[in-house]
């Protein structure tokens, strides 16, 4: 059998093919940018804490690689820990939905600092801020994606001292990237891990449980 072939099989193909799913991340992407303008009243969540806190172009780099990160990550789960996987992609998708569904009522903003500087970072700021324009923010798509890696990890059967570092430590500088790069506030982020937190009791504790207490009961009745 052929290398080409090898690869090729069947089965092969077969264990490959949930990576698919991840095809539903251009469609998200996609929507982003529909939302991602002003329609209605934009509203500001800026604190005392976002005035106070520096605005560090540096942080763009980690910044910018979010969805590298997000995607290195998931394709981890894939093949180390599955059930994570399918977590992740179910979890991802229904929480971006939610905050897309947020931003239709409820659009704030985030007061952008001006760049000066030819530097790599400084270029690379300005870059994305001609991107991404300074809506859609509560809460923030790059904490709640970020912050979701680290909880899917928490309570994965492959969990070790070394991804543990790799993975909380790499989603907390995301997450910190936010607000250094003046793209979200405060409430933008504790929005995120609470959207994570209620997404994960409803679908992942709460409906299992549900479902599964409804077929004890039709099993009961078909017992009787």
């Known amino acids: 059998m ?7 099989s069947r089965e092969r193909l077969a264990f490959f093919a949930p990576l698919l799913l991840m ?13 991602n303008q002003p329609d209605h009243e934009v509203y500001s969540l800026v604190t005392s804490f976002d ?6 172009r540096a942080f763009v780099l980690p910044y910018s690689v979010w969805i590298v990160y997000i995607y290195i990550c998931l394709v981890y789960f894939f093949f180390k820990d599955r059930t994570s996987y399918y977590r992740g992609v179910l979890m991802y998708t229904l929480c971006a939905l939610t905050c897309y569904m947020i ?3 409820f659009q704030t903003t985030v007061p952008r600092p001006e760049v000066i500087g030819d530097d790599v970072f400084s270029q690379l700021m300005r870059y994305v801020y001609e991107r991404d324009r300074p809506f859609n923010c509560f809460p923030s798509i790059h ?10 990890l928490a309570v994965s059967p492959a ?44 679908v992942i ?13 039709r099993q009961r009745g078909l017992d009787a």
Not at 51 to 56: G, I, Q, S, V
């Open 103 to 105: 931003y239709s009522v």
């Open 159 to 202: 969990r070790n001292w070394l991804n543990r570092t790799l993975i909380y430590g790499m989603s907390s500088t995301i997450i910190m990237s936010t607000l250094f790069v003046k793209q979200h506030v405060l409430w933008d982020v504790i929005g995120a891990i609470a959207l994570v937190e209620v997404m994960y009791l409803l």
């Open 2 to 8: 052929s290398i080409r072939t090898k690869w090729l």
């Open 23 to 35: 095809l539903v991340f251009p469609v998200l992407g996609y929507l982003y940018k529909v939302f």
């Open 51 to 56: 005035k106070a806190t520096p605005f560090l």
């Open 205 to 217: 504790v709460l409906l299992p449980r549900a479902i599964g207490s409804r077929q004890r009961q």
């Open 143 to 152: 904490c709640f994606s970020s912050y979701l890696m680290m909880r899917l």
